[in-house]
């Protein structure tokens, strides 16, 4: 039996009323269509997305510069393998290695990391950085075992407007941004220093040899030099620099001089520098500029007059050893040096000088304490033709035995002076001529041509026939005499001649025997040393006899018939 329900029968009962009921028209409902949602599982893909670009952004502002390096060869390069190191701290990666388009070189592409774009300026330096053996000594030999890198040395000029570096065949002995000062030195040759030889001053080492070009419009050789801080201060206007590579042995006019360097200066060379004791000390040297370079700590004291006057000579005789570089010196002070021998063109004018031979000299004021400025240059011009009247010439003189070198030897001749209104000098070719003299070695090659003239006029035949003859002579005398001594070592070597000396031993010792018997307290010598006495005795009483016999020698047979002497008798009376 079925049971209604309140829910059933709504209407039965009283109680609250349908929504339709109340709202008649939503009795028929419009129903729209479900919008469709992006599924939250797409969500995952989207941030993924934008962490990539994000990534990839960041990537890129973090990636250092792309710098291009050319290098002559790329042996040992290799692409995203070798490295760019500046003080052993990895900055950048080797991307790419081509050939340029002169097939002359190669192009490195290097990826710098963000971090090292500062360290790219103009002045920055690559290298190679491998095992080497130079006159630094040997380094890179770590590379053996981590592989060879490029080295990056950070440039300071504050500017970047190169796009390709070049890069360098071997380290920069001088790194960018090293204190000091670099300098310019010219010779007309090349001397054994090379690149990475010392600078030296006072035996230390203050700098390095950066460079050494030949330059083929001056025909001179450049050295590029790095002196250190603080010896920069060092170098002045008046400094000189000098070669003192190897070892030099000089035969001159002042002898035999052996002169080297240091051991490091003996095998690869060097450069020495200093301001010469005769000549003030300059200002300080506070950029680039040049200065020679000598060949030797001698040259470079020999030249460091600004002033001077050129001279000539006119010899009439041999010059044989006369060289340039000699020294003039007025008695024994040197006041010059000679230029040339054999000066000029051997014209005319040298038929009219009657045939001499012109030497250029050179004279220093600044030597002989008149100062080394331009008046005192034209002061002693002016005074040269007073004292050439006075008596000065020039003659030769030798500087060394040994070697033969001669040198210029001004000196006052008493007569050759010249009346003082004869100031007059000829010219030759533009320059005056200071005259000249025999020297005392002409004289004696004089002398000696003629001790050769008179030995020349001896009778050497007959004196060599002689000679010959004495010789033959004394050959046979010798021969004689060397018969005698055979004859002799014969006699010697005979049994009875060599028993001789034991006979003789012998009768020695039997004479010592015998003398015994005669000696003071012998019995023999005090019977002779009585009748000895005796006889003395004897001698004195015959004495008186002997004078009567020598007074009268007819009283053994006569007697003795001297008067008796008379007696004194007393006065008679």
Known sequence: MA??????????????????????????????????????????????????????????????????????????????????????????????????????????????????????????????????????GISGLGTLLSGIYIELAPGTSGQRTKQIFNGLESPPLTPAGTPGLRLNLYNDSARSSSAGSPVIYNGFSVGRIESVKLDPKTRQVNYSIFINEPYNNLVTTNTKFWDISGVKLTLDTEGVSLTSGSLASILSGGIAFGVPANIVRGEPVLETRSFRLYTSAEEAKERPYAHYQDYVLLFNHSVRGLRSGAPVEYRGIRIGT?????????????????????????????????????ASVEEMDTQLPLWVAEGLNAKLGIGNLLTGNLFIDLNFDNDRADSPSSTAMPLFQGYRIIPTSDSGLIKIEQQIQAVLEKIQDLPLEETIEQASKALEEASATLASLQKTSDSFDELLNKKSVQRLPNQVNRALAQLSETLKGYSPDSPVYIELNRALTKLTLLLDELQPLAREVKEQPNTLLFGNTRAQDPEPKGRQQ
């Open 3 to 136: 049971t209604n329900t309140p829910s059933d029968n709504p209407s039965s009962e009283p109680g609250p009323k349908h929504p339709q009921q109340e709202h008649p028209e939503l009795e028929h409902p419009n129903i729209a269509p479900q919008r469709r949602r992006i599924s939250s599982i797409w969500i995952l893909p989207l941030v993924a997305l934008l962490i990539g670009l994000w990534m990839v952004y960041y990537n890129w502002s973090q990636q250092g510069p792309l710098i291009t390096i050319s290098f002559v060869n790329a042996e040992g390069i290799e692409p995203t393998h070798t490295k760019v190191k500046t003080r052993n701290v990895e900055v950048g990666l080797v991307e790419q290695v081509a050939l340029n388009e002169k097939l002359d070189s190669v192009l490195v592409t290097v990826r710098l990391k963000k971090e090292a774009e500062h360290l790219i300026q103009d002045d920055t330096y690559f290298w190679v950085v491998k095992p080497r053996i130079d006159v630094q």
């Open 338 to 374: 000679v230029k040339t021998v054999n000066y000029g063109e051997i014209n005319s004018k040298y038929q009219a000088m009657n045939r001499s031979i012109p030497v250029l000299i050179r004279i220093e004021p600044g030597r002989i304490g008149m100062g080394d400025t331009k």
